[in-house]
């Protein structure tokens, strides 16, 4: 079964540390991987996308990962802020037209 | 401000209801998405519009109707709804279906079955 995970559900971390959130897949065959960002309530708003053929994507503090092989993407936080704190959902397809998500981890940044 | 834009954003209704939810997009896009999401639960992907033409229909029971009237709107009606059925509802769109296209989302329709 096609499936995304990610651990932990929930980080607490204090303002101003470095963090890393995780996904991972089970299938190697992937167009792309989306990080995605949801609010309490809120609709999804989309942080990076890496290409199956890409490593790594960055924007402003965000730096995102892909390891085909070995099924990992990872997500990096510099310098968190408590305006980070939110749900951050990985999805990817796996060569078929579904976005499968992963469960998401919850953040809290501690002013 | 998204570029996929919902209305409304809640939504009461009994049982015996009916009613619709909008979405519309001014990218081009010719996929467009419905999703449902839970409390605390990844969104579930429902239809896929492909160049107007339903695509993908996630076995959704029919009292949820989806409708593509022209490649910048998407509707669903809502028709006999169950309080099961209460959750946020997505509107994603993407330039085209498939090829790993990255989809872009709505706010979603807060929805409450009484």
Redesign the interface.
């Known amino acids: 079964k096609q499936e995304v995970t990610q651990i932990p559900a929930a980080l607490s971390v204090p303002e101003g540390e470095n963090l890393v959130l995780n996904c991972s897949f089970t299938d190697s065959a ?3 991987l ?1 990080w ?1 960002r949801q609010d309490p ?6 942080l990076l ?1 890496i ?2 053929s890409q490593r790594e994507q960055t924007s402003g503090r965000l730096n995102a990962s892909l390891d085909k092989s070995s099924g990992r993407s990872t997500l990096y936080i510099a310098a968190s802020q408590p305006g980070d704190s939110a749900t951050y ?1 990985c ?1 990817t ?1 796996f060569g ?4 499968t ?4 981890t919850r953040l809290t940044i501690i002013p | 401000d998204t570029e996929v834009t919902q209305t409304p954003k809640h939504l009461v209704m009994g049982m015996t209801n009916k009613k619709s939810l909008k979405c519309e997009q001014h990218m081009g896009h010719r996929a467009m998405y419905w999703y449902k999401q839970k409390a605390k639960k990844p969104p579930e992907l429902m239809f896929v519009y492909s160049y107007e033409k339903l695509s993908i229909n996630e076995s959704v029971p029919s009292r949820f109707s989806p409708e593509c009237p022209n490649s910048s709107l998407l509707n669903l009606h809502l028709h006999a709804l169950q309080p099961e059925d209460s959750a946020l509802y997505l509107c994603a769109s993407s330039q085209r279906q498939g090829g790993g296209q990255p989809q872009h989302f709505g706010d979603g329709t807060r929805l409450s079955i009484l």
Request: charge should be positive.
């Open positions: 992937i167009y792309n989306q995605f309530g809120k609709g999804l708003t989309s996308l290409q199956s959902l999805a397809n078929n037209e579904k976005l998500f992963g469960t998401g």
